[in-house]
């Protein structure tokens, strides 16, 4: 299995949790003193060196995105040998990324009820929030294979790029002696994109201190305020579904202990958190999951890429309380039937829509059209939206960490020595 080279982790883990916290609270203070309202202070650092350095900082994430799913896919499925095998594994992969986001806006709807947190709050939003149409399920199976690879790969089409690494990558193993010629010649390109992520992961601190510094000195806590209640609600569930949830699953089907898991993965949360993109997180989500957690390549080349593109039980947790505190805001009372809906309806499309831009907010609105919610509730929530979608990320890739785990570990290819190893 091919490694990274070495880096201080736990330096690394130190400077990007220093990098989120100076930011956040470099950005509170911004924020509280009314600073960011000046003109000087919003020109130079809010929309100059905080914008330009976050945003550097997630096109070089965003860069390396395409490459090493496209790889790393690759060489995952030519490593895998039996085509039979890649079928096996994408059933179990595909059915346990469905089950965790049934149970991730089970939850959340659950807790929404019992904590009412629409309960004597009197919708007034003036801003409408307008969805854009999503496309027919139809449609989308059918944009599943790309006309022309080229195409999906420079747009960056990650659910065609995905269908043609696989079908690549078996018909590699297939071609016999010219398929392990290719092969050999991407094993050396995924390490050349392994050693560039490398590069990038190196200056991850400032980029995240950026990234944090210009959110939180915009947003502040007045955002939160108005909607303290299904803030703290959905960012309660989120901890409980990574916490509880997660930790159920690795106990019971991989048979891992969950807080050394939680303990070698937290500073990819943090990650995450500061990027608020599971795609972006990809090259350090695979990275941690195959050198930390001991999940072999030919599985997290699929897992992770995969769940980075359909795996949204952050967003999941979300579509629950929310449907919840909007129908409660607006008096609408929905009927366990519609409940059942809503459940049926956030699961399917966390895959029916994973290649829309601004997914969560068009699967919402999905969502509300189905049990004949207002949309307009969705411009109120916008207003907290940003903050929890930061949250939401980190358990959407730790969610991608732990399927990947159940998955390696029903195969036997999980290295138990590297996961339970001091980092």
């Known amino acids: 299995m091919f490694k990274l080279p070495k880096l201080d982790r736990r330096s690394l883990t130190l400077q990007i949790f220093v990098g989120l916290t100076l930011g956040a609270g470099l950005g509170l203070v911004l924020n509280l003193t009314g600073l960011a309202k000046l003109d000087w202070v919003d020109r130079i650092l809010l929309d100059g060196l905080f914008h330009a350095g976050g ?3 997630m096109r070089s994430l965003q860069m390396l ?7 790393s896919l690759i060489c995952g499925t030519a490593g895998l040998g039996d085509p039979r095998k890649l079928g096996r594994i994408g059933a179990k992969t595909m059915g346990l990324y469905l089950i965790t986001t049934a149970l991730a806006i089970s939850l959340g709807l659950l807790t929404a009820l019992i904590v009412s947190p629409g309960a004597g709050f009197q ?4 801003t409408n929030f307008i969805p854009a149409t999503p496309p027919p399920l139809i449609d989308t199976l059918i944009e599943l294979m790309p006309k022309n690879p080229l195409e999906a790969l420079a747009s ?3 659910l065609q790029i995905i269908v043609f690494s696989l079908l690549f990558g078996l018909a590699m193993t297939l071609a016999g002696e010219a398929g392990k010629r290719i092969s050999d010649v991407f094993q050396d390109l995924n390490e050349i994109v392994m050693k560039l992520v490398n590069m990038i992961i190196r200056v991850s601190p400032i980029g995240v201190f950026c990234l944090i510094a210009k959110v939180f000195s915009e947003q502040g806590f007045d955002a939160i305020a ?3 209640k299904y803030f703290f609600t959905i960012l309660f569930v989120l901890i409980l579904h990574l916490c509880v949830t997660y930790g159920i699953l690795l106990k019971i089907l991989a048979r891992l202990n969950p807080i050394i898991f939680i303990r070698k993965f937290k500073d990819i949360m943090f990650f995450a958190f500061s990027t608020a993109s599971s795609n972006a997180t990809i090259p350090v989500t695979l990275d941690a999951v195959e050198n930390r957690l001991g999940v072999h390549r030919s599985i997290s080349s699929f897992t992770v890429p995969l769940g980075a593109t359909i795996n949204m039980d952050g967003t999941a947790i979300m579509q629950g309380v929310a449907t919840v505190f909007v129908a409660q805001a607006y008096g609408v009372d929905l009927v366990f039937s519609q409940y059942m809906m809503v459940i049926l309806t956030a699961t399917l499309a966390s895959i029916g829509t994973a290649g829309v831009p601004g997914v969560g907010l068009i699967m919402l609105a999905m969502v509300f059209q189905q049990v004949g919610l207002p949309l307009e509730g969705i411009g109120i929530i916008m207003a907290v939206d940003r903050l929890l979608d930061m949250v939401r990320t980190a358990v959407n890739i730790t969610g991608d960490a732990t399927v990947s785990c159940i998955v390696a570990r029903s195969e036997n290819q999980l290295d138990e020595s590297v996961f339970y190893r001091e980092v």
């Open 123 to 126: 919708l007034t939003a003036e």
């Open 156 to 158: 960056g089409n990650m």
């Open 226 to 228: 108005p909607l303290a």
């Open 65 to 71: 995105v395409v490459p090493i799913v496209f790889v």
């Open 55 to 57: 945003q550097i900082f």
